[in-house]
């Protein structure tokens, strides 16, 4: 594993890894900071600037409320979230048992990583004037974090230097504990956080200091139909969606055919892996293009849940009150996601095969890890018709459709373990496709799943047709 520059991008330099404190941090530590950095985005976000947007901030500054109680609320919320997530990991290693100071460095790095990445949400919401520019600015400065240390990880260390994600891996929790970095970040936190203050008390209120500037005007051209405005709405997500499946398929076809050598005769790598009874190098990749599908249900799934926000921010009905049908308005986002979902899977196959291709000099790869990844399509749209349905049906209750993505996570991951019966682990809609390129591809399950994806997805169109709109 030391060796395989793939791994050490997506995770980190490798350090102690015949141990077991060695391999949970190597294995955890960065993508934990993303999900650290995720989740406070989302906290600052939903609190500060989606409240702005909404008009409901602006009633509670109507009340006896300092201007500066609401971001600091949201701010304070952040900050707790991610002790509490520092505090789980850390309680969780020393638990184990694991060495007591170097279990708490990887909680309290994680911590001080979600700090941070809450300090930069609260300034975009400064910067910023939507919900939407706000997540994306927040994004990418999560990403060109991960990417800078990726990068000098491989190659160039002082690049490691430059990312938040890089001080805390620097900490060397189980492999020589030095706190020190510990202080690069808590120092950027209070610089962003003091930041986004002085923003915040110099920008006007319901906008931000980058003001919505209008768009050409051809840029208008295509509002004019139901899918044209529905791309405008969701082709930041669509386009952000496929770099980040992109990259991550990349990221998968880098380790090459090492993956024979890595995991050679363990016989829980053929546990895992083999349940095909294929080569190992096939049913590896089968199990990651189904990992990547899973993720890919996550772009699905909300964008079959935009409409939901439309309604929500009541612009649903502005447009519903026009000659504009509301069965044609609910189309053009179904087009969009299904359309968004096919290029999410498309590109994360492609990026597969072109890592893969990079690393074995293999071209003729390049091609035979998108059809196996597009294989899963019929799966992920039956869980975006899932969404679809309950907004349909029962809007308040439409994030319930969540679940059903945690829910294909956990038979994937734990179905062994937990030894769940064959007819539960049916109710997941990837059971039944074939794990492409260890099994040949059935084209019986796979028309089967698409029926039950365009039934679902028709009952929620009939469903929404038929209920009050707000």
Known sequence: MESNAGFIAMTGPARALNTVGGQVTWQSAAFGAIAAGLMSMFLVGRHTRAEEESGRDEMLRAAAVGRQSTTAAAFLTALVANTVLGAAVALSLIAYPLELADSLALGVGVALCGFFFSGVALLSAQLTSTTRAMYGLTGAVIGLAYALRAIGDVGSPVLSWMSPIGWYQAMHPFSGLRWWPALLLVAASVVAAGAAYVVFLRRDYGSGVFAARPGPPRAARGLSRPAGLAWRLQRGTVLGWGIGMFLGGVGYGTLGDDVDSLLGDSDLAKDMFVQSGGALVDAFYS????????????????????????????????????????????????????????????????????????????????????????????????????????????P????????????????????????MPQWLQDVSPFEHLALMPAEDFAWAPFVAVTAVAVALSVAGQIAFHRRDVG
């Open 287 to 394: 199990t990651m293009i189904l990992t990547l599908a899973l993720i890919g249900a996550g772009f699905a799934i909300s964008s079959a849940l935009r409409p939901h926000g439309e309604e929500d921010a009541g612009r649903v009905e502005a447009l519903l009150s026009t000659a504009l049908r509301r069965r044609d308005w609910l189309l053009g986002h179904v087009l969009v996601t299904v359309a968004g979902t096919v290029l999410v899977l498309l590109v994360a196959g492609l990026g597969m095969g072109v890592g893969y291709a990079l690393v074995t000099g293999d071209g003729e790869a390049v091609a035979d890890y998108v059809l196996p990844t597009l294989g899963h399509l019929p799966a992920v749209l039956v869980l975006a018709a899932v969404a679809r349905l309950m907004f349909g049906v029962v």
């Open 396 to 419: 308040r209750a439409a994030f319930l459709s969540w679940l059903g993505l945690v829910f294909c996570l956990v038979v994937m991951l734990f179905a062994e373990v937990f030894r």
